[in-house]
């Protein structure tokens, strides 16, 4: 007697769920051709920016100089064979030590080239907007030989800044200088610019605003450029007086570009190597010096100090951060979009 047992029916195994690919695998599949075109930009800029930043920060914490750079001291024996011995001086991580120094004022002069840096912004910074706005508004307004005065007022703009430097620094010459050349013409006396801080941050302050101003009105006047000509047409008619038109139309016109220019004007004015280095070289004893040409001093005079240098560097770095997020705020809170 036999028995047939049911055998029971196979089941097919339940579908494996498709993971759904990732945020960059989609991208990489839809724009490959971007990132091709980035890749090469990125690897530049981590070259020669974002390594040399990175490198920085970290010597910030270390005690490394010209003199404790090497790990080893090697020297040549009576045979002549080279012979190599720890260096006892050899640099070490030191953690904040740098900062507590500076901010604390036992290494460098910190706080007084942080005050000479603040004048030297702001004064610069407010002479080209109010200038390069004058400039703008003249040159936006038909005229003959416009085309011309676009040209000429652009100039200084094309020269090299150190040419300008060396231009100006000559100009303020105590002896030869053109400027003490024009007041002894006038019965003045000679004024010894770099003799006195104040004077010889005048030179520089005068050197940088030929310098910038080119920059600010050019970009003042193509903003001017994108404002509707039916915005001043509707407000003659209506009677309203140049300074009326120039503050209800073209300042808020200009809203958005002035924003931009005057945070780019202001980080390019903070940084501004050139002109103090070579227009007063620091004269009289440092007091004319900003953080930038500090942190030149330290990595390029004397004993060179790369560890104090690349502090000065984060501090500025950092300060120009702080700076530019309170101004991004300050645009939100207007409504700006940036």
Same mark, same amino acid.
């Given at each position: 007697? &036999?028995? +047939?047992?049911?055998? *029971?029916?196979?089941?097919?195994? *339940? ?5 759904? *690919? ?6 990489? +599949? ?9 890749? *090469? ?48 001086? =050899? ?49 936006? @307004? ?6 011309? #005065? ?10 090299? =800044?150190?040419? /300008? ?15 003490? /050349?024009?007041?002894? /013409?006038?019965?003045?006396? @000679?004024?010894?610019?770099?003799? +006195? ?6 030179? !520089? ?16 006047? %193509? ?16 009677? =309203?007086?140049?300074?009326? @038109? ?11 570009? /002035? ?37 030149? @001093?330290? !990595?390029?005079? %004397? ?5 104090? &240098?690349?502090? #000065? ?13 309170? #101004?991004?705020? =300050? ?8």
């Amino acid at each position: 007697m &036999s028995t +047939d047992t049911a055998t *029971p029916a196979r089941t097919s195994p *339940p579908p494996r769920e498709t993971r759904r *690919p990732g945020r960059l695998r989609r991208s990489w +599949d839809k724009h490959w051709y971007a990132w091709v075109m980035v890749t *090469p930009v990125v690897l530049v800029l981590g070259v020669l920016i974002f390594y040399p930043l990175g490198r920085g920060i970290l010597l910030s914490f270390t005690n490394l100089t010209e003199a404790n750079q090497l790990a080893e001291i090697c020297s040549k024996s009576i045979t002549g064979t080279e012979v190599c011995k720890p260096n006892p001086n =050899a640099w070490e991580i030191v953690g904040v030590d740098n900062y507590v120094n500076i901010l604390t004022g036992k290494v460098g002069e910190f706080w007084q080239q942080f005050g000479v840096t603040l004048i030297w912004t702001v004064t610069c910074v407010v002479f080209h907007y109010a200038i390069g706005l004058g400039l703008a508004v003249l040159l936006n @307004r038909p005229m003959r030989g416009r085309g011309l #005065y676009r040209v000429l007022l652009i100039l200084p703009w094309a020269v090299p =800044a150190f040419v /300008s430097a060396f231009a100006w620094r000559f100009m303020f010459n105590e002896n030869f200088g053109l400027i003490n /050349s024009v007041f002894e /013409s006038v019965g003045l006396d @000679r004024v010894a610019w770099f003799a +006195d801080w104040k004077t010889a941050l005048l030179t !520089a302050i005068v050197a940088n605003i030929w310098l910038g101003v080119p920059f600010m009105m050019v970009t003042l006047l %193509g903003g001017m450029q994108t404002i509707p000509g039916e915005q001043y047409e509707a407000a003659e008619i209506d009677g =309203a007086t140049p300074w009326q @038109r120039f503050v209800n139309i073209t300042l808020p016109g200009l809203r958005s570009v /002035s924003m931009t220019v005057l945070l780019l004007g202001t980080i390019w004015t903070f940084n501004m190597f050139p002109i103090i280095f070579l227009v007063t070289g620091g004269e009289p004893a440092g007091q004319t010096e900003i953080l930038v040409t500090g942190a030149f @001093r330290s !990595a390029f005079e %004397g004993i060179r100090n790369y560890s104090l &240098s690349s502090t #000065y560097g984060v501090l500025i770095l950092s300060i120009l951060l702080v700076f530019s997020v309170f #101004y991004r705020r =300050a645009l939100r809170k207007q409504g700006e979009v940036w």
